[in-house]
């Protein structure tokens, strides 16, 4: 079983009554949970690089004539207390090839096929993105443009010489290659398609008998589905279509989940710089974090609006913000909680240690 797969049979699991949005929405909160002592590495990691700043400038400064000599400094600066500089990425790093996943689950034929045209919410379809070209499925034509790709479906009933009852369900290998346009493809004349023999998951000795097969065929960029009859020509089955020319349509429910991304977002910059609030900065270290702060959300919010992201993946991405804005704040308390307790122990051993007075009489 692939990853694709496998992620979109975990959103079967968690789709209660139907609704893959609400799939989506508790595989991100399944997500960060298992993350969660990730997340509270990560921020104390932060907390403490804020604080140890001011002293990695100073030796940085000091030992500037001598990289070598520095970079030895900074690995005892490290050791002594107990940092890892790396271990703020640590969370970033491990949630990327799940977005990655995420999106290429959401763009894949079998989710398109499954739950592509799923509603949730003020959300059309979870596999729209900004600007689609939209057909209509199961009409006998195929809307599309010169550019199009194919996949089938999972399975095909196959017909066989002799016998009266088709074979049901027959598993399809790799559907997103299974199909192939013969020529090229011109809307508004006749396509043709191609299925190799070896794509049917059956014994050589039914391959043979094989007659035609009724199978179903997606076009991924308009998200149109049309069942099709293919007929064996010699070593391939062969179906032709008639085609239409579609339009691209903007789907205003999508510009407002990249919307809602980048007020996410933002409010997530805005619990991690209330996080440092008390820790003392210089102002280029201030200056720099507000940069970034304010540019980051523009840049992924622009990304989004040219990179072709489903509607299911800003709703992961949307939620996990949401998350990390409680997770920083419930983390924060606990850090703050840390650092009371330490500063009394260390007024606790001071005045342990502290010389007493004796009155002169």
Known sequence: MDFTTLTIDVL???SFAGSYGIGIILLTVIVRLAMWPLGLSQQRSMRTMQMLQPKMKAIQER??????????KMMEF?????????????????????????????????FIQMAGDSQFLFINRLDA???????????????????????????????????????????????N???EVQGELKPGEPADFKVSLDSLNLK?????????????????????????T?????????????????????????????ILFAVTMVFSQKAMMAMN?????????????????????????????????????????????????IQTVIINKQLEKEDAKKDAKVDDVDLANAKQIKEKG
């Open 12 to 14: 079967k699991l968690l």
């Open 63 to 72: 030992y500037k004539s001598n990289p070598q000599v520095m970079q030895q």
């Open 78 to 110: 490290y050791k002594e207390h107990k940092f890892n500089p790396m271990a703020g990425c640590f969370p970033l790093l491990i949630q990327m090839p799940i977005f990655i996943l995420l999106y290429s689950s959401l763009m894949s034929p079998q």
């Open 129 to 175: 993105t900004l600007k689609t070209s939209a057909g209509v499925s199961n009409n006998g034509t195929f809307g599309l443009s010169k550019y199009d790709t194919f996949m089938t479906g999972k399975t095909a009933t196959v017909y066989l010489k002799g016998v009266d009852e088709p074979l049901e369900n027959v598993k399809i290998e790799k559907p």
């Open 177 to 179: 290659k299974a199909v």
């Open 204 to 228: 050589f000795s039914q391959l043979d008998q094989i007659e035609k097969a009724d199978i179903q065929v997606t076009d991924i960029q308009t998200k149109e589905s049309e069942q099709m």
């Open 230 to 258: 293919f007929v064996r020509k010699d070593g391939i089955l062969i179906s032709t279509i008639p085609t239409k020319e579609v339009k691209t349509s903007f789907h205003y429910d999508v510009l407002l989940l990249i």
């Open 277 to 325: 609030k008390n820790i003392q900065q210089d102002e280029a270290q201030k200056a720099m974090q507000k940069s970034m702060n304010t540019f980051m959300p523009i840049m992924l919010t622009f990304t989004f609006v040219i990179i072709p992201i489903p509607a299911g993946v800003l709703l992961y991405l949307i939620s996990s913000n949401i998350f990390q804005v």
